[in-house]
C-alpha cells in the first residue's frame, strides 16, 4: 500500500478478571495464569507510510489535557505540553512510546527502508493496570502489517510484540472456533503465550457493565512484581474460565482474583481505600486490574451501571476518573482510507 493510505483503529484497554502468578523465572519475569477481557475504553490510532526513513510519533489526550486533568484533579495548564516529563499526564512521543518501539522494530524485522508516521489520541490512562501502551503497541504492529500488506505473517508479527512487552500480543486479532473475534485471551508464560478465550454463547459480552476507577497514581509494574511473594498455593484459572465458558456468572464472578492487589495496596493505600468505595458501592465484584492502579467492578445490568457512576461521581471526582465501559474484541478494525 503506497503513502498516499492512511489507516485509522482504536485500541482497546483490557482489564484482568484473573490473575494469579505461580512462581518467578530465572529471567527476572514471573510465570503468570491471567485472564485479560479487552474493553471498549479505547485510544484513537493512525499511522501512515513516509518516504523518511524514519518513526515520528504525535501524542495528545482525548478529548484534551486539561479535561483529562480537570476529572483527575490535576492542575490544568495554559499551553499544556505533553512533552513535559515532570507533567503528571505526560506522554513519551520518542522510543519510549511503545508505538514508536513497535514500529522501528517491524521495521528492522521486515527490512523496511521507508518510514512511518503515527498520531495517537489517548484516553486509556497511562500506568493503570489497563494495558493502554501495549495495546497502542500492537494496533500499531497490525496497522504496519495492513501498510506493508504482511498482515498473514502471524507468527513474526506474535514475535514482534512479545519482544516489545508481555500484554502485547493479547492485542493481536485472535479468532475463537467459531470464527468470532475473541473478546477475552487465556495468557500464560509471561504474558505473551494467549489463547482466545470463547465465551458460552448465551454470555452476552454487551450486557456485562464495568466500571473503572483510576486513581491518578501511576504504579510502575516492575516495582507491584518485585514487590510481589510468591503464593505457597497457586490458584489455577481453570475454575474460572470453565465458569466463563458455561457462563455461570455466580461462579465466575466469585472466582475473580488479582494476585498483585495485595502488593499494590501496600505500596498505595489509596487503592485499599478505592477498593472499599467500590465493594460498598454496590457493584458485585471489585478489584485492582493488572499492577494497578486501577480498580473495576461488575454491574448487574446498565440501570445499576449508571445510577453507581452517578453516585461514586459525586463521591469520588474530581480525584478518581471514572468511566463505565463493556467487554469488546481485543483487536479492534483497522479502517483504511486515502490520505
Ligand atoms: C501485570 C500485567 O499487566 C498483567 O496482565 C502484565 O503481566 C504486565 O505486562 P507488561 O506491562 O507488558 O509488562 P512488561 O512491560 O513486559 O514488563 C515490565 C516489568 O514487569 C515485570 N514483569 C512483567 C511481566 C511478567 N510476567 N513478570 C514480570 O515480572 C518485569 O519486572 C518487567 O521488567
Ligand atoms: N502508547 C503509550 N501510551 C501511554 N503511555 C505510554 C505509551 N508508550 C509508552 N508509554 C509510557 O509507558 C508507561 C506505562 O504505560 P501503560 O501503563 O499504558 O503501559 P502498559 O504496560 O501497556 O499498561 P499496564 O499499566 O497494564 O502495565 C506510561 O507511563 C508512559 O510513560
Known sequence: MSENFVVHTRPPAKLNLFLEIPAKRDDGYHEIDTVMAAIDLCDELQVQRTDDPTVSLQANWLPS?????????????ESPSLADPEDALF???????????????????????????????????????????????????????????VTHHHQELHQIAASIGSDVPFFLPMSCENGQQACMGWATGRGEKVAPLAISSDFDPSETYLLIAYPPIPLSTAKVYSALRIPKDPV???????????????????????????????????????????????????????????????????????????????????????RLARITPTAAPIRTERS
Open 65 to 77: 489535557r486539561n479535561e483529562i486533568a480537570r476529572e483527575l484533579g490535576l492542575p490544568t495548564t
Open 91 to 149: 506522554i513519551p512521543t520518542d522510543e519510549r512510546n511503545l508505538v514508536v518501539k513497535a514500529l522501528q522494530a517491524f521495521r528492522q524485522h521486515f527490512g523496511i527502508a521507508s518510514g512511518f508516521q503515527a498520531r495517537l489520541g489517548k484516553r486509556i490512562p497511562a500506568g493503570a493496570g489497563m494495558g493502554g501502551a501495549s495495546s497502542d503497541a500492537a494496533h500499531a504492529i497490525s496497522c504496519a502489517a495492513q501498510l506493508h500488506q
Open 236 to 322: 489455577s484459572s481453570a475454575k474460572f474460565r470453565q465458569a466463563l465458558q458455561s457462563n455461570n456468572r455466580e461462579q465466575w464472578e466469585s472466582s475473580m482474583m488479582n494476585r498483585l492487589s495485595e502488593v499494590a495496596e501496600e505500596i498505595t493505600p489509596q487503592v485499599k481505600d478505592l477498593l472499599k468505595s467500590l465493594w460498598k458501592s454496590g457493584l458485585e465484584t471489585c478489584q485492582l486490574t493488572g499492577s494497578g492502579s486501577a480498580c473495576f467492578g461488575v454491574a448487574s445490568n446498565f440501570e445499576n451501571a449508571s445510577r453507581i457512576l452517578n453516585a461514586l461521581q459525586s463521591d469520588l471526582t474530581p480525584g478518581v476518573l471514572l
